[in-house]
């Protein structure tokens, strides 16, 4: 009998889970409104203010991982070990946790990735820099396209080192994300 996932170490598990981009799907859209109702039903007495389909699978015509990013913001003050709990119970697997911000996944599988799969990210209200991020790629098919090719360069690169793989791709995302925000101030 192998390992459970949290008895892994990161090696083991981004051995098991490596980084592999693939050609946008259309069925992403499908998978993140079936997550969203599932979140919807399971969080009824949380104070969700919005959830939304973040990363490039929101991004149409570029490749990505197969995996749906999910942003669930809820209202400044809220208690977010409370929502965090609800979250779990909807069976999400809590990947990481920082004073606001809390991190699930979803399609993890201890021989490797199921058909589906997603990562949920629990933040306040206005905490939502991805948002800013997905809308210029959305609106600016040529940096989606450089975003694409900067993706493709490192994912062998990197295919073993999900950290590094982040990190490489940082001082692109924030330039965006920050002309983003000039872009679109005041959009959410």
């Known amino acids: 009998m192998g390992k459970e996932l949290t008895e892994m170490s990161l090696e ?17 859209s499908e998978f993140y409104d079936e997550i969203e109702t599932l979140l919807r039903s399971g ?29 669930v913001e809820v209202s400044r ?19 990481s946790a ?5 991190s699930f996944n979803r399609g993890y599988e201890t021989d490797g990735f199921a058909g589906k799969v997603f990562h949920v990210h629990l933040r306040y209200l206005g905490d939502n820099d991805e948002l800013y991020f997905r809308d ?18 490192l994912w062998k690169r990197f295919e073993h080192n999900r950290d590094a793989y982040t990190a490489a791709k940082t001082e692109f ?5 920050a002309e983003a925000k000039k872009t679109y101030a005041g959009r959410y």
């Open 12 to 28: 083991e598990l981004w051995e098991l889970f490596p980084i592999c981009l693939v050609a946008h799907r259309s069925q992403w």
């Open 43 to 71: 969080l009824p007495e949380c104070p969700v203010e919005r959830i939304s389909h973040i990363g490039s699978t929101a991004v149409a015509g570029i490749w990505a991982k197969d995996i749906v990013d999910v942003l």
């Open 77 to 95: 003050g809220s208690e977010l070990e409370h929502i965090a709990k609800a979250i779990e119970e909807r069976g999400f697997i809590r990947m």
């Open 98 to 102: 920082e004073a606001d911000r809390i």
């Open 136 to 153: 210029y790629l959305r609106e600016h098919p040529e940096t989606a396209r450089e975003y694409e090719a900067l993706k493709l360069g």
């Open 173 to 177: 995302v924030r330039k965006w994300t």
